[in-house]
């Protein structure tokens, strides 16, 4: 199935009419969530294209690649082939090791795809996972965003119902930590629910909910803010009374959140973007902390609506208030501590 459509597209051209600076261009980022890919359908972003966005103006030190389902190895077994996402992902990170492009180290840690359906089966698949990415595997993402909706989807295919939640699941992420590895998560603000129980079925794990907990704004939650709002912040409340949970701000630029910033004339400024976003994502940091909050880019993803520019600055806006040791927590030290992104690489012990 083709993923045109499930997102809005990245259009260079409505992009450049962006005229944003780096606010505090001093300030040290890790941006905890992006892709790679090379798509059929005209889709592509690969390192060069990443780094372009890094050096766009914002100091972002290191980047953490989440899994896309990218480059799989048609000539292994089933289970096997997402070891060729992690040699993608790890061969990018190598070129931004050499130094040839200065001291932006993209991909420095790799979050890849490893069926957590299989249980206590898993293990040989992490081995293998682990042996493809030269020592910068640090966590598991499966496909796990749905709804009964059909028209609410980002992926393809969309996963099983329940899988959250499933007792094999919980297996898997229970042996997640003996590899040194997190368990990234993203799901609607309907599946909450299922956080809650997966956190206390592996309270030795640390999971990442994605994407601020994803609350819909498109399908039956079109021009209902308020109510999602207040069912999405019920669950939030609960998940965040959970301490092995960490939450990505971000990700809020996907079609299914129901902002509709693609559709203007010109890319929104970081203004715009922090009216539109600041009520989530400061609700966000109050339930959780700045100690276990980090802010992410989504890209490409988020880059149909959003230029890399604004994206920071309205980070930077939001968080303009914010005590020193609050914002270097949500722009970098949170994401490096949880995906084990050493000082010394990003220019900070």
């Not at 372009?52 to 096997?80: C, I, N, S, W």
């Not at 699941?169 to 799901?187: I, K, S």
């Not at 998940?239 to 701000?249: A, F, H, Q």
Request: proline share 7%; charged share 20%; aromatic share 8%.
């Amino acid at each position: 199935m083709s993923t045109r459509g499930l997102h809005a597209p990245v259009r260079p051209e409505w992009l450049a009419q962006a005229s944003e600076t780096a606010l505090e261009p001093e300030m040290a980022i890790v941006d905890c969530h992006h892709h790679l890919w090379d798509r059929p359908e005209g889709q592509r972003y690969l390192f060069l294209d990443l780094l372009e966005d890094m050096e766009a103006g914002h100091d972002v030190r290191a980047t953490v690649y989440l899994q896309a389902k990218t480059m799989y190895r048609p000539d292994f077994p089933p289970h096997l082939q997402p070891v060729g996402e992690i040699e993608f992902a790890n061969g990018a990170a190598a070129q931004a090791a050499s130094g040839i492009y200065g001291r932006r180290y993209a991909c420095a840690g790799i979050v890849g795809f490893a069926d957590m359906m299989l249980g206590n089966r898993i293990e040989p698949i992490l081995e293998a996972l682990e042996r493809a990415g030269g020592g910068r595997l640090r966590g598991i993402r499966n496909q796990t965003a749905r709804h009964d909706d059909p028209a609410i989807t980002s992926n393809p295919v969309p996963p099983p119902a329940g899988m959250v939640a499933d007792p094999r699941f919980a297996e898997a992420g229970r042996l997640l930590p003996t590899y040194g590895l997190t368990l990234d998560v993203f799901c609607y603000h309907t599946q909450l629910d299922e956080i809650v129980v997966l956190a206390d079925a592996c309270p030795e794990t640390t999971i990442v909910l994605n994407h601020c907990g994803c609350p819909l704004g498109m399908g039956p939650y079109k021009g209902k803010r308020e109510e999602v709002f207040a069912a999405w912040s019920a669950r939030m409340k609960q998940i965040s009374e959970r301490p092995n949970v960490r939450l990505k701000l971000g990700g809020l630029a996907m079609r299914v959140n129901g902002f509709d910033f693609h559709e203007g004339a010109r890319p929104p400024s970081s203004s715009q973007l922090v009216d539109a976003w600041a009520p989530y994502m400061l609700h966000c940091i109050e339930l959780f902390g700045p100690g276990r909050c980090m802010f992410e880019s989504n890209f490409p993803v988020d880059k149909g609506m959003v230029d890399y520019v604004s994206l920071w600055n309205a980070y930077k806006r939001m968080t303009a208030g914010f005590a020193d040791g609050e914002r270097k927590a949500l722009f970098h030290a949170t994401a490096a501590a949880t995906y084990r992104i050493d000082n010394a690489l990003l220019g900070l012990a």
